[in-house]
C-alpha cells in the first residue's frame, strides 16, 4: 500500500511539474499548439464596461483604464517578436470597443464564480485571423470582479480578508474558430490591481473591530495606472502594471524556438 501512495504522489508531482515547465495553461498538447500557431495577433487590450466594477464613479474607471491601455499592444507584440517564439506577431489596428462588442460573448454567471465570464465569437476570430494573416489571437481583458484576498496593515500584525472589488487581466490565445488554446493563468485571470483598501487607521482611532473598506480615488487610480518601473520618481517611463503583466505573458508564452532571426538569439 505504501509502494502505491509512493506512486501516486510521484505521479502527481510529475504531472505538476510538467505544468509548470509548460508556460501558463496550454488548453491542448504544447507540441500541437506550436504545429497549429506559427504567425500569432495581438490584439487591443479590451475593458469590459459591463463587468462587475463597484466604484462609485465606475464610468470614469473604465474611461482611464481605456485612456491607459490604448497603443499598450505594440509593446507586447514587441517583445512576443524579440522572444522569437513565432515566425510573426502582428497587431491588431482596430478599435478595442469594437473588438470586444464583437468578439466577446457574455457567459451566464452560473457558469461557475471562478470561471472566466466569456467564451469568443468564432465568426469573428475567423474574420480577424484572415484579414490579418495569422494562425490566432492573443486576447487580453480587463474586467471587474470580487477577489477574495488577505490585506495586511502597515504593522503586518492585523490583516482583513474578505472580497475586494477589483481589475483583473485574463491574457488567451484563441484560435480561428474561437477556441482556448492557451491561458496565461486558470479562473478568470489574474489580478490586475485592486479597487479597494481597508482603513485599518479609520477603525484604531475609533477603537473598533470593524474595519471599512475604500475605494481608491479616480486620482489614485490615476496615479497606480501611470507608476512606472522604477516608481514613481525616476526608473523607466513605462507603466509597471502593463510591464509586469506583459512581462508574465511573454515568459508563459513560449511553445519553443520558432524564429532562428529572434533578435535576442534565444
Not at 127 to 139: G, N, W
Not at 143 to 171: C, F, M, Q, S
Not at 181 to 189: A, H, K, S, T, Y
Not at 232 to 240: F, H, V
Request: glycine share 8%; aromatic share 8%.
Amino acid at each position: 500500500m505504501k509502494k502505491r501512495v509512493l506512486k501516486v504522489l510521484a505521479a502527481g508531482l510529475a504531472v505538476a511539474f510538467l505544468a509548470a515547465c509548460g508556460g501558463g495553461n496550454y488548453q491542448v498538447p504544447r507540441d500541437e499548439f506550436k504545429r497549429k500557431v506559427r504567425t500569432l495577433a495581438v490584439l487591443p487590450i479590451l475593458v469590459d464596461e459591463q463587468s462587475n466594477i463597484r466604484h462609485p464613479e465606475a464610468q470614469k474607471v473604465v474611461d482611464l483604464l481605456r485612456r491607459h491601455s490604448e497603443g499598450r499592444e505594440k509593446r507586447l507584440a514587441e517583445l512576443m517578436r524579440d522572444a522569437g517564439s513565432f515566425f510573426d506577431v502582428r497587431e491588431v489596428t482596430q478599435k478595442p470597443d469594437d473588438l470586444a462588442t464583437r468578439l466577446l460573448v457574455r457567459v451566464p454567471a452560473e457558469s461557475g464564480a471562478d470561471a472566466l465570464p466569456y467564451d469568443f465569437s468564432g465568426p469573428a476570430a475567423r474574420r480577424l485571423t484572415e484579414e490579418y494573416v495569422v494562425d490566432a489571437l492573443l486576447v487580453i481583458i480587463l474586467h471587474g470582479r470580487d477577489v477574495i484576498e488577505k490585506r495586511w496593515d502597515r504593522t503586518r500584525l492585523n490583516y482583513l480578508e474578505a472580497p475586494y472589488n477589483g481589475i483583473l487581466a485574463a491574457a488567451l490565445v484563441i484560435d480561428r474558430s474561437g477556441t482556448v488554446l492557451w491561458r496565461l493563468d486558470e479562473g478568470p485571470g489574474t489580478t490586475f490591481f485592486t479597487l479597494q483598501y481597508p482603513d485599518f487607521d479609520e477603525a484604531r482611532y475609533n477603537k473598533t473591530q470593524n474595519v471599512a473598506l475604500k475605494f481608491l480615488t479616480l486620482g489614485g487610480i490615476e496615479r497606480t495606472l501611470e507608476e512606472s518601473e522604477g516608481g514613481l520618481i525616476g526608473g523607466e517611463d513605462y507603466p509597471k502594471l502593463y510591464a509586469d503583466l506583459f512581462d508574465r505573458i511573454c515568459k508563459a508564452l513560449e511553445p519553443g524556438l520558432m524564429n532562428p532571426f529572434a533578435r535576442d538569439a534565444r
